[in-house]
C-alpha cells in the first residue's frame, strides 16, 4: 500500500522526473507541490514552460529546503481554464521538448502493488507480450499491435492508482471504426473470465464518475463479452472517436438490476 507522502502531499514514490502527478487538495490554493521524486528537475528552474490542450503556460518555480512549489499568475489561470479544484489531478508529462498536462478527476490515497505481467489480445487468440519497453509495467489486456502515444500511458498510470477497485486486469484498446461505426464492442476473454459473468444479461456502463447507463451484453463462443447497441448510444453521449485510446475496468455496484459496472476511461487531456 502507498500513502500520501507528508511532504508533498503525492504518491511520489510512484513518480519520476519524466511523469508526475500533482494532487489538488483545496480549490483555492495558490501553490502546488512537486514530487519529492521530481525535484531534482527543478534546481535550476525559476519557471516551468508547459502545454495543456494546445495552450501554452509559464508558471512560477519556488524551491524552499524540503519543497519545490509552483504557483503565479499562469498557474492559476491554467486552474481556471480547466476548472481545476479539490479532487483534481494534475499529470506532467516532460518526456518530449515542451512539457504536457492533463487534468483528471480522480484522487487515490492508496495504491495497490503493480504486477509485471502485461497480455496482449487481438481477435483470435490472446498472448503474452511483455515487449512494451516500460519498466515496472502495470499489469493490463491490451490488443496486439497497441502503441501509446504522448501522455497516454501516464494517464492510465493515474486511473489504475485505483485499481485495487476493480475486477480482474483492465483493458486497454484503441477504438476502431467498427467500434465506433458499427457500434460493436468486445471485452477480451482474458478480462471477462474473473467477472464470472452469465453467458447473457445486462451491465452498467459509465464514463469515469458519471451517470451509469445499462448495457446488455451476450457471450460469445470464443469467450469475449460482446455490449448490445446501447454501446453506441453510449459512444455518442460521451464523444467516443475513432483512434481514441480507452481503458476499461469494472467493479461491482449496488443498483437495481445491476451488480457490475463497466468504468471507461478515455486516456486524452479533459476539455477546458
Same mark, same amino acid.
Given at each position: &500500500?502507498?500513502?500520501?507522502?507528508? %511532504?508533498?502531499?503525492?504518491?511520489?514514490?510512484?513518480?519520476?522526473?519524466?511523469?508526475?502527478?500533482?494532487?489538488?487538495?483545496?480549490? #483555492?490554493?495558490?501553490?502546488?507541490?512537486?514530487?519529492?521524486?521530481?525535484?531534482?528537475?527543478?534546481?535550476?528552474?525559476?519557471?516551468?514552460?508547459?502545454?495543456? @490542450?494546445?495552450?501554452?503556460?509559464?508558471?512560477?518555480?519556488?524551491?524552499?529546503?524540503?519543497?519545490?512549489? %509552483?504557483?503565479?499568475? @499562469?498557474?492559476?489561470?491554467?486552474?481556471?481554464?480547466?476548472?481545476?479544484? /479539490?479532487? +483534481?489531478?494534475?499529470?506532467?508529462?516532460?518526456?518530449?521538448?515542451?512539457?504536457?498536462?492533463? $487534468?483528471?478527476?480522480?484522487?487515490?490515497?492508496?495504491?495497490?502493488?503493480?504486477?509485471?505481467?502485461?497480455?496482449?489480445?487481438? =481477435?483470435? !487468440?490472446?498472448?503474452?507480450?511483455?515487449?512494451?519497453?516500460? =519498466?515496472?509495467?502495470?499489469?493490463?489486456?491490451?490488443?496486439?499491435?497497441?502503441?501509446?502515444?504522448?501522455? =497516454? #500511458?501516464? &494517464?492510465? =498510470?493515474? %486511473?489504475?492508482? %485505483? /485499481?485495487?477497485?476493480?475486477?480482474?486486469? *483492465?483493458? $486497454?484498446?484503441?477504438?476502431? *471504426?467498427?467500434?465506433?461505426?458499427?457500434?460493436?464492442?468486445?471485452?477480451?476473454?482474458?478480462?471477462? /473470465? *474473473?467477472?464470472?459473468?452469465?453467458? !447473457?444479461?445486462?451491465?452498467?456502463?459509465?464514463?469515469?464518475?458519471? @451517470?451509469?447507463?445499462?448495457?446488455?451484453?451476450?457471450?460469445?463462443?470464443?469467450?469475449?463479452?460482446?455490449? +448490445? /447497441?446501447?454501446?453506441?448510444?453510449? $459512444?455518442?453521449? +460521451?464523444?467516443?472517436?475513432?483512434?481514441?485510446?480507452?481503458?476499461?475496468?469494472?467493479?461491482?455496484?449496488?443498483? !437495481?438490476?445491476?451488480?457490475?459496472?463497466?468504468?471507461?476511461?478515455?486516456?486524452?487531456?479533459?476539455? *477546458?
Amino acid at each position: &500500500m502507498k500513502m500520501v507522502c507528508a %511532504i508533498c502531499h503525492s504518491h511520489c514514490e510512484s513518480d519520476i522526473e519524466q511523469t508526475f502527478r500533482i494532487v489538488i487538495r483545496d480549490d #483555492y490554493e495558490a501553490l502546488a507541490n512537486i514530487p519529492c521524486t521530481a525535484r531534482n528537475r527543478f534546481n535550476q528552474m525559476s519557471g516551468l514552460n508547459f502545454k495543456a @490542450d494546445g495552450r501554452r503556460y509559464v508558471v512560477d518555480v519556488y524551491r524552499g529546503h524540503k519543497t519545490t512549489l %509552483i504557483g503565479g499568475d @499562469d498557474w492559476a489561470k491554467f486552474k481556471h481554464d480547466f476548472d481545476v479544484g /479539490q479532487g +483534481n489531478v494534475v499529470v506532467f508529462d516532460m518526456t518530449g521538448r515542451t512539457a504536457k498536462a492533463y $487534468v483528471a478527476g480522480v484522487e487515490a490515497e492508496e495504491q495497490g502493488g503493480a504486477a509485471e505481467e502485461v497480455v496482449a489480445v487481438d =481477435e483470435e !487468440e490472446e498472448v503474452v507480450n511483455d515487449d512494451h519497453g516500460l =519498466e515496472d509495467a502495470l499489469a493490463f489486456v491490451n490488443t496486439r499491435g497497441f502503441v501509446f502515444e504522448d501522455g =497516454e #500511458y501516464a &494517464m492510465m =498510470e493515474l %486511473i489504475l492508482t %485505483i /485499481q485495487h477497485l476493480y475486477i480482474g486486469p *483492465p483493458f $486497454v484498446h484503441r477504438l476502431t *471504426p467498427t467500434i465506433i461505426a458499427g457500434k460493436l464492442m468486445k471485452i477480451p476473454k482474458k478480462v471477462a /473470465q *474473473p467477472l464470472n459473468l452469465d453467458t !447473457e444479461g445486462v451491465l452498467g456502463l459509465c464514463m469515469g464518475v458519471g @451517470d451509469v447507463m445499462q448495457v446488455a451484453y451476450h457471450t460469445d463462443r470464443d469467450g469475449r463479452i460482446v455490449f +448490445n /447497441q446501447a454501446w453506441g448510444v453510449f $459512444v455518442a453521449q +460521451n464523444h467516443l472517436q475513432v483512434n481514441d485510446a480507452v481503458v476499461f475496468n469494472f467493479r461491482e455496484i449496488n443498483e !437495481e438490476h445491476i451488480n457490475l459496472v463497466c468504468v471507461v476511461n478515455a486516456l486524452r487531456p479533459a476539455e *477546458p
